[in-house]
């Protein structure tokens, strides 16, 4: 696998790429790959666009006017931005007016053991003439500043209205609406938790519902550039020439989040949470009305902690039918049995009943890593890379959000095993926790150091996370991090820490260090020979 990595990274890094997504690289690099680029619906206050002026309305809310050449597109628009401009470049504006009308939805939301929450959204813009449809509705996560993750991105329909959902991370205080007009964004920051008027204690925003109205007359679009018309700018649109796509959100923002299952449904297990567990990512491709186009992932078995075997699923209750294209790795980076990628076209029947992503466990992971002694020598195990393409747009509700209904059947029990949330019995107990209320399956943010055999999480003279029982006993109030704070490494697997790529290619080229150097000295002949021929005219900017 290393030299397969080493000598594509080489031959990537050779080659000059301007663009923002190559097809090929999501199969190879699924679980390196980061999230989205740049682009204007990441504007926010604090990194307005070059030339704009920034209007601060009031302490969450500002609006960014954008400069003529942002703001307009066809050379008609532009002459008349110039005549009403500065000398300065910068479109005249009137002070604006923004109010809100908050409706948002303020309680305390099921405790089901994950560390992240779905929160539906729904936001109107309304000007002085009503309602203004075509304007570009971006919720962003602004925990990194320099490139915040756009989580939802969606135009207003003739109401005015873009509505949908976002899977907001528990570390995530607020979010920022961005609502582009095209000469103008309004940028607004909304808290993801607020104090509950009837109770007076901190609680969840469990639903996002904002009434926004703009002062003056607004027809966003005549402001677009917009090359596929899909109503989405070219600057805020991941595929500019595809009417089809529009926006690309990645889950997690980078690297992958690990899903960790107990496999003795019915019965309770160790609580140990090493029996079957897998890092992943996924993707999905929304068109501009927000709906799911493609989705796309990556899942890799890392751990296998149990005598049972398991078979890796997915079910997606889409309600319509989809093509799969899907390549299983082994342990070694090449193809299963030589197959190559296998394309399947599943009904919406059989999307709903589920299909096989990953073949019984026994055979995806040679080592079981649930205990120290593995770590002298570790390997990770078989990783399955999909794309579903739907026949239809999928809406969110349909769908859920990452990783959806992601699941194990144990072989020998012949019994499913779900995340928590998703199945209730008739008195609306939920089906996959135990009698103690504990799950037989957890998604925890980034590479999880999953205990050791037989360290049952809760048990404080045997787990490694010291905060694990009062996150679970507070239903996720407290110590909402505490994946990230390993009190007994003993106690859990030594996973190595994340060093950067340089260092885990430093490594790989000391182990291959022939390989490494043919590849560097075809390289250096390459980037030669485009010099010489640069250098002697034959090559232009």
């Known amino acids: 696998m290393k030299q397969v990595i080493i000598l594509s990274l080489a031959i990537f890094l050779s080659m000059n790429c301007s663009n923002k997504k190559k097809d090929g690289l999501w199969l190879l690099f699924g679980l390196l790959g980061s999230g989205n680029t740049d682009s204007a619906a990441a504007s926010t206050a604090t990194n307005a666009p070059d030339g704009s002026k920034v209007e601060q309305i009031d302490e969450n809310t500002s609006v960014i006017h954008l400069p003529v050449a942002q703001a307009e597109s066809t050379e008609s628009n532009e002459e008349s931005a110039n005549s009403e401009s500065s000398d300065s470049g910068t479109p005249a504006f009137q002070p604006t007016t923004v109010t809100t009308n908050n409706q948002d939805v303020i309680g305390n939301s099921d405790f089901v053991f994950q560390t992240n929450s779905t929160v539906p959204i729904s936001i109107q813009v309304n000007d002085d003439n009503g309602p203004v449809a075509g304007a570009i509705v971006t919720i962003l996560d602004p925990s990194d500043e320099t490139n915040p993750d756009i989580l939802f991105q969606q135009t207003t329909d003739t109401t005015g209205t873009a509505s949908g959902s976002i899977i907001v991370s528990n570390g995530v205080t607020s979010v920022v609406a961005n609502i582009n007009l095209g000469n103008e964004i309004v940028t607004t920051t909304i808290p993801t938790t607020a104090t509950n008027p009837t109770t ?278 407290l110590n909402k991090t505490w994946y990230n704070n390993v009190s007994d490494p003993s106690k859990v697997f030594p996973l190595p820490d994340d060093s950067n790529l340089a260092g885990y290619l430093a490594k790989a080229a000391e182990e291959n260090w022939l390989l490494v150097a043919m590849l560097l000295l075809i390289s250096g002949l390459s980037i030669g020979y485009f010099l010489t021929r640069r250098n002697n005219g034959h090559l232009s900017n």
């Open 200 to 477: 007076g204690q901190q609680a969840d925003v469990l639903a996002i519902d904002r009434d926004v109205v703009v002062s003056g007359s607004h027809n966003p679009t005549q402001f677009f550039a917009d090359n596929d018309g899909d109503g989405i700018e070219n600057s805020s649109d991941d595929y500019p020439d595809d009417p089809t796509r529009a926006t690309m959100t990645r889950f997690p923002k980078a690297g992958v989040n690990t899903i960790a299952f107990e496999d003795l449904f019915p019965n309770a297990g160790d609580a140990d949470l090493n029996d079957y567990v897998l890092f992943f990512n996924t993707e999905e491709d929304l068109n501009a009305q927000g709906k799911i186009v493609k989705l796309r992932g990556s899942y890799q078995h890392v751990a296998r902690g149990a005598g049972y075997r398991h078979t890796l699923n997915l079910k997606l209750n889409a309600g319509t039918g989809a093509t799969v294209t899907k390549v299983i790795y082994d342990d070694k980076g090449k193809t299963l049995n030589n197959k190559g990628e296998v394309t399947l076209n599943l009904s919406s029947a059989d999307l709903s009943k589920g299909f096989e992503l990953l073949p019984e466990s026994n055979t995806t992971l040679s080592t079981p890593n649930n205990n120290a002694a593995h770590a002298n020598n570790l390997k990770f195990g078989y990783t399955v890379s999909f794309e579903i393409t739907f026949n239809e747009p999928v809406t969110r509700a349909a769908l859920g959000n990452s990783p959806y209904d992601i699941y194990i059947y144990v072989v020998n029990t012949k019994k499913f095993i779900h995340l928590p949330g998703k199945y209730f019995d008739a008195n609306g107990k939920d089906s996959f926790l135990d009698a103690t209320g504990f799950p037989w399956a957890i998604i925890v943010p980034g590479k999880w150091k999953w205990p050791l055999e037989g360290n049952d999480i809760r048990n404080a003279s045997k787990t490694g996370y010291a905060e694990f029982n009062t996150w679970a006993t507070s239903k996720g109030s």
